[in-house]
């Protein structure tokens, strides 16, 4: 037994998902004739009460295309230090959009209102770049799965309308979010330009992340998807798993929150943890004591077949995921307890 908690990305199909991929009904998508794909984008679409969605391949894929569609090169985006889209993309942002980062020292990966507003370049002022788009996270990756308090996006969307700035939220864990926090998807819908949610993080499918925008925004998204290399043929299979995921694997996110509740409380009073982030969805980030050595640890966990990940700067990461089980939960309980 492999105990993977390395990431929510490592979850394999169950087999209601594999019927389903299986019995899918597909059609060439770069047509637009792949019905389960259409299928998708409708009902996600429905879902946060948005225009209209376009099915990527991955969650950086669609989170490059809304930066594209937001901005024109030699523009700037605000975002906090800690954003997947300035850290983990591959530096997307200058190579895609010809786009710079401004970056904002937020709190656990979220900013403030009243941040945005002071990073915001005076549009006359043509010596700097001119600001077009804030890109928010929720929930966020590198701040250890927390969730932004939705009154505060709706004072950024203020001043993103005073300013004439689009405002984007990679969601690559909005469901997460929205489980956690009990909130309404048309919330979300209501408040951004642009949203993207990831079918193959929590919700378990193997691929696929979900663009969602107004009609006027994502006209182009089509042609963008096609530049970046994401125009993709019978992908309802893939859709069909996305569609699953959505019908049948949301509400047991609560699941994957209690445990991870539960691995935050133990390591808390571990006296070989320094600190444990406060833990609100399925991501606990810890640190050990000075004194320790993160390899050591993290080669007794592998080991006893334990995967976690080493975030840098002293940071480790467990994350928990529809394939991490009761039996394995209470190991995992049992090992860190034990650990001398
Ligand atoms: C995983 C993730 C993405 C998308 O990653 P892909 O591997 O490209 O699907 C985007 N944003 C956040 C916050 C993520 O955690």
């Known amino acids: 037994m492999i105990i993977d908690l390395r990431s929510d990305t490592v979850t394999k199909p169950t087999s209601g998902m594999m019927d389903a991929i299986m019995s899918a009904q597909t059609g060439d998508d770069v047509y637009k004739e792949d019905p389960t794909v259409n299928a998708l984008e409708q009902k996600m679409a429905t879902l946060f009460g948005m225009d209209t969605a376009l099915f990527f391949p991955t969650g950086s894929m669609a989170n490059q295309a809304a930066i594209k569609l937001h901005t024109q090169p030699s523009e700037q985006l605000i975002c906090d230090k800690w954003?997947?889209?300035?850290?983990?993309?591959?530096?997307?942002?200058?190579?895609?959009?010809?786009?710079?980062?401004?970056?904002?020292?937020?709190?656990?990966?979220?900013?403030?209102?009243?941040q945005?507003?002071?990073?915001?370049?005076?549009?006359?002022?043509?010596?700097?770049?001119?600001?077009?788009?804030?890109?928010?996270?929720?929930?966020?990756?590198?701040?250890?799965g927390a969730c932004y308090d939705i009154e505060e996006i709706l004072k950024i969307k203020q001043v993103c309308k005073q300013n004439n700035l689009g405002l984007h939220l990679d969601g690559a864990r909005l469901m997460n979010a929205i489980v956690a926090n009990?909130?309404?998807?048309?919330?979300?819908?209501?408040?951004?330009?642009?949203?993207?949610?990831?079918?193959?993080k929590g919700l378990g499918a193997p691929m696929g992340t979900v663009l969602l925008g107004s009609n006027a925004l994502m006209k182009n998204a089509i042609r963008?998807?096609?530049?970046?290399?994401?125009?993709?043929r019978q992908i309802g299979f893939m859709a069909a798993a996305g569609l699953y995921a959505m019908d049948h694997q949301v509400a047991r996110l609560e699941i994957?929150?209690?445990?991870?509740?539960?691995?935050?409380?133990?390591?808390?009073?571990?006296?070989?943890?320094?600190?444990?982030?406060?833990?609100?969805?399925?991501?606990?980030?810890?640190?050990l004591e000075d004194h320790l050595n993160q390899n050591v640890f993290m080669d007794c966990l592998a080991k006893k077949n334990i995967r976690i990940s080493n975030m840098g700067h002293g940071k480790l990461r467990v994350v928990t995921h529809h394939d991490y089980t009761q039996e394995m939960h209470d190991r995992f309980l049992q090992t860190l307890i034990a650990y001398k």
């Open 224 to 232: 963008v998807r096609k530049v970046l290399g994401g125009g993709m």
């Open 83 to 114: 954003a997947h889209v300035y850290n983990y993309e591959g530096g997307g942002v200058s190579f895609n959009s010809g786009v710079s980062c401004k970056l904002v020292d937020g709190v656990r990966g979220m900013i403030t209102a009243k």
């Open 116 to 144: 945005v507003l002071e990073s915001i370049n005076p549009p006359d002022f043509y010596h700097s770049p001119l600001t077009s788009l804030v890109c928010l996270e929720n929930t966020t990756n590198k701040g250890g």
């Open 256 to 287: 994957d929150h209690q445990r991870a509740k539960e691995i935050s409380d133990t390591l808390a009073i571990l006296p070989y943890i320094k600190m444990v982030e406060p833990t609100q969805t399925n991501i606990v980030i810890f640190y």
């Open 182 to 200: 009990n909130e309404d998807t048309k919330a979300y819908g209501g408040v951004f330009d642009t949203i993207s949610v990831c079918l193959s």
